[in-house]
């Protein structure tokens, strides 16, 4: 980390710019918290999604690795053999896809690709279409004082945003309503309605 800044703070900051801009395009929003002093597990967090009836869940986390020239973005997703989610792969894949992508298109981060994982615990307990964004590693110097610059956190949010609109098509169709939720470590929602939206929940971990 050679900002300085913690994974949970820099977690918190972009989801509640992502949280801001769909509110601005009439997206009503759901936070799993909204400061760094709330304690809320993965289970909770999945869970409050879920009751809140939101179309999609989403995680924003951030990455780190041993090799500090490892870089880039990537999702993760719950596979199609998973006991809890398989149900699910389908949908959260095209959520992966389409976020990952309009996220590095935007930012310029290398692109990792989407990733199963069966082991997380916000993930198998959602009922709803999941994924996790990392949205690059604080372990890669270039990646981690990119995702303090200021300019380049707007790029991440338009990215992410614009990743959303397009899994709903609402580039090419009427509206949808989202929800999205906000998370830590493994952590967090947000949700938004308008007439013709889907619903999606946004996490961003501690």
């Known amino acids: 980390k ?23 395009k ?10 760094n002093e709330t304690a809320i597990s993965n289970m909770e967090r999945a869970c409050l999604a879920n009751d809140a009836g939101a179309d999609v869940s989403i995680r924003i986390h951030a990455n780190g690795s041993e090799d500090t020239s ?21 949908t959260s894949y095209r959520l992966a896809d389409s976020v990952l992508t309009s996220y590095c298109e935007s930012t310029g981060m290398k692109n990792l690709g989407v990733t199963v ?28 004082r990119n995702m303090e610059d200021d300019a380049y956190r707007e790029k991440m949010v338009y990215g ?9 098509g609402f580039n090419d169709m009427d509206s949808h309503a989202l929800e999205i939720g906000e998370q830590g470590d493994d952590t967090g929602d947000s949700l938004k309605e308008d ?10 971990s501690h």
């Not at 009439?26 to 400061?35: A, E, I, K, Q, S």
């Not at 880039?72 to 398989?86: F, R, T």
């Not at 992410?160 to 709903?168: D, K, L, M």
């Open 2 to 24: 050679y900002t300085g800044v913690p994974e949970y703070k820099l977690n918190l900051d972009i989801s509640l710019m992502v949280r801001d801009a769909l509110e601005d």
């Open 26 to 35: 009439g997206y009503r929003v759901l936070m799993t918290r909204t400061d």
């Open 70 to 90: 490892t870089n880039g973005a990537l999702a993760l997703i719950g596979s199609k053999e998973n006991q809890y989610v398989g149900d699910l792969y389908e």
């Open 117 to 144: 994982n069966d082991t997380m615990t916000g993930i198998n307990w959602s009922q709803i279409p999941v994924m996790i964004l990392e949205m690059g590693f604080m372990s890669n110097e270039a990646d981690d």
């Open 160 to 168: 992410i945003v614009t990743g959303i609109e397009n899994y709903y």
């Open 195 to 204: 007439e013709d939206r889907k619903s999606t929940r946004l996490n961003s």
